[in-house]
Structures are given as C-alpha cells and as structure tokens.
C-alpha cells in the first residue's frame, strides 16, 4: 500500500518558488538568483572553512558561524520567536518552544512516508535552488581539496529554530538524496567537533521520519540548555572491535541507542554510518542525534509517519500538528499554537513521543539487524541487566 501525508515542508530557502515558474523561466547556469553552481560557490565567493588539527583547542568554527550570520539577517523568513524556551516541570525536563506561525510560511506538499530511500527528483525544491545570499561559508573535513568535488556547504535555515540555525549540505551540487553514508556522517560529526560547544547540536531526519527535502542537509543550532535525552538513563549493550561502546536507552519515551567512544573519530562514526545504513536498507526510518561536541551519538527509531498515514494517531496529538523530528524526539518540543505552549505538560510531552517509538518488540528485532550490520552482539545486555535496574532504582 502506497502511503501518503500532507505535510508542510520546512521552507529553507527565502527564493522558493513554484516548479511551474521556475519551468516557465528556462534552465540555466551561473550565478541566477535561484541557481547554484561552482561559481558561486568558489573561494573568492564563499569562504573556505576547513577542520583544525586535534591539537589545537581553538573554538573557531562558533566564531566564524555567527559572524557569518550576523550577516544574513534579511534572508530569515521568519524570525526568532520573542517567547522564550522554557523548562517544563517535572522529573525529565522536557524543553517547550513556541514557533507560533511559522509552519503558515511553509509551502504544503505531498510526501511519501512509506520509503526511506527515494531517488533525487530535480523538479522538486532542493539545496542547489537557494540563493547564493544564504550561503554562508564551505565547510570541508581537511586538506588538500579536490578541485573536481562538488563542495559541501553550510547555509542559514530562513526559518530557523533557535540561535544559530544552520544547515550543513554535503558535497551540494551533487544533488544527493537523503541518504546517510559514511563520508557525509563523519563530516557532520565534525562540525559537532569543530564547534566545540555542547550547547551546538547537529541533527539528522531521514525520509518517513520528518526530513522534508530529499536533498542530504543536516541541522544545527544553539541552545543552552540540556536536552532531556541527554540525561537519560543508558544501559551498555555491546562494544565494537574499535573500541565504540552501544548502549539503550533507559526510562525514556523514545526507544534508541546512544553511541560513544571508539579508537578515533572515524570509528565512532563508522559505527552510526554501518547502523544508519542498515536501516535505511530495511526501510525503517529514524533520526540522528550528535550531542555533546561530538562525543555521543544517539540513534532513535520512529514510527509516527507511519501511524499518522494509518489513521492511529489521536485527534487530539494531531491538532497540535507537531512533527516529532530529531529535535522534538530529543525532547526539545517546538509548538505551534500558543495553546500547547502555555499548557505544555511532562505528561503531554511523554505521550506524544511514546506515540513516535517503536515497541519493545519491534525495537529488539530492529537491534538485532544493527548488531549483525556492525559485526558485533548485544550478549552484555542481560549480564547487565539486573546491574543496570538496580541502579537506576537507586538513584531515583
């Protein structure tokens, strides 16, 4: 069965327009207002930020961002809401934000959920449709470059969350679709390591769960307060030939795993890369989480789409017509309606998450699959086990 949503796309570029228009205006090359090409985007045109050694401690790449930045303010569609974020009460701490307005300067779309992997369409909006203006610097691993690689970009989100929000494209003429592999993880993993800023979150939405361009982008913004699933519970379930330590999440609404550790940094994104492309080989959408400057890499399963398709989920979650995306899932709730944000509940919270989550079941065969794709068990887990809850009941 062919499942679709209406869904209303994050607007990202402040020059979207219809692909009727567009068509009626022809194709073309160079730097045209709503065309991308490697003239626009050469080092005399868009500066070059490439990653320091790891022996230099100098936090950069958070300079050059918001300097950057600062520059752009007339491309932001809509602008930061004066309604600040607020701590709701309660045991987990779950983050609520008003966005009030900002999903009625989205442009509505139909959208697949039923397929994590769909081929690019360059007929639909994507990346290379943005004006050259919102681009804001090339954002490169390492030296030396080659001079025959598309670039990969960092460009402000015209709609943008919180502080800082930005969007990290890699290899943007290239037109990739929303897909992980290992190259692109490992690029986003450091720009999480180049900000140097556990408050700086980098961000992942597959297809089916809540990417709205199928165009391959990560997000990332500021907010200096702890996301509640960073305070979540863990219990270890296996570690890898490369030293990278897999844990579950405990007591959280949203089942998941939490990466960290490994050898180097290749190898913990090795990890999340082998994890996220069995999953999207098996069709199973989820989300990406890269906190703590790099260091831990939470990888959450969901099913929302899906259950939004099939009619399962509640009226009442509907009306609130929040997508839980990676953000939402990490337990920072963006509201739209001032209702939601002035009634915001621990409890309301809980239950919409726990909509998104796989069951137990699923989730354990989801976990298999992972383990056999990165070449390691989860026999620690009921060693653990017991350990674990005892634990956690004590520190409660």
């Given at each position: ?135 804001l610097f090339q954002f490169e691993a390492g030296m030396p470059l080659d001079a025959d690689n598309s670039p990969s970009v960092v460009a402000i989100n015209v709609s943008p969350i919180e502080y800082g929000h930005v969007l990290l494209i890699p290899q943007v003429l290239d037109c990739l679709p929303q897909r992980i592999d290992h190259k692109s ?196 887990e009921e060693e653990l086990e017991e350990e674990s809850s005892i634990r956690v009941n004590c520190c409660t």
């Amino acid at each position: 069965m062919l499942l679709k949503i209406k869904r209303v796309p994050t607007l990202v570029s402040n020059h979207q327009k219809d692909e009727t228009a567009e068509e009626e205006e022809g194709e073309g090359e160079g730097c045209g207002r709503n065309i991308l090409s490697k003239c626009c985007i050469n080092g005399e045109r868009l500066p070059l930020y490439t990653c320091k050694p790891a022996e230099e401690n100098v936090m950069f790449l958070e300079s050059v961002l918001l300097g950057e930045i600062g520059f752009k303010e007339d491309y932001f569609v809509t602008m930061l809401q004066p309604v600040k974020p607020k701590v709701i009460p309660g045991k987990y701490g779950f983050i609520a934000q008003l966005n009030e307005g900002r999903h009625l300067k989205k442009r509505p779309t139909e959208f697949r959920v039923d397929q994590v992997l769909q081929p690019f369409d360059a007929n639909k909006f994507n990346f290379t449709k943005v004006s050259p203006e919102e681009l804001l610097f090339q954002f490169e691993a390492g030296m030396p470059l080659d001079a025959d690689n598309s670039p990969s970009v960092v460009a402000i989100n015209v709609s943008p969350i919180e502080y800082g929000h930005v969007l990290l494209i890699p290899q943007v003429l290239d037109c990739l679709p929303q897909r992980i592999d290992h190259k692109s993880l490992l690029l986003a993993l450091h720009m999480a390591v180049e900000a140097a800023n556990p408050y700086f979150r980098v961000g992942y939405n597959s297809l089916g769960a809540f990417a709205t361009i199928n165009h391959l982008h990560f997000q990332a913004y500021y907010l200096a307060m702890p996301f509640p699933i960073e305070k979540a519970h863990s219990l270890k379930i296996s570690t890898t030939n490369d030293g990278v330590k897999i844990s579950k999440l405990m007591s959280y609404p949203v089942r998941g795993l939490l990466f960290e550790g490994g050898n180097s940094i290749k190898d913990l994104s090795d990890a999340v890369s082998n994890a996220s492309v069995c999953l999207q080989n098996n069709n199973i959408p989820f989300n990406i989480l890269i906190s703590d400057s790099g260091k831990r890499i939470f990888l959450l399963l969901q099913c929302y789409a899906e259950k939004q398709a099939l009619g399962e989920v509640s009226s009442e979650l509907l009306d609130t017509q929040v997508n839980p995306a990676v953000w939402e899932m990490s337990g920072h709730m963006v509201l739209k309606r001032k209702e939601d944000y002035e009634g915001a509940s621990e409890e309301k919270a809980w239950s919409l998450l726990a909509e998104v989550s796989l069951s137990e079941e699923r989730f354990k065969e989801v976990n298999t699959m992972i383990f056999e794709a990165i070449g390691c068990s989860g026999e620690e887990e009921e060693e653990l086990e017991e350990e674990s809850s005892i634990r956690v009941n004590c520190c409660t």
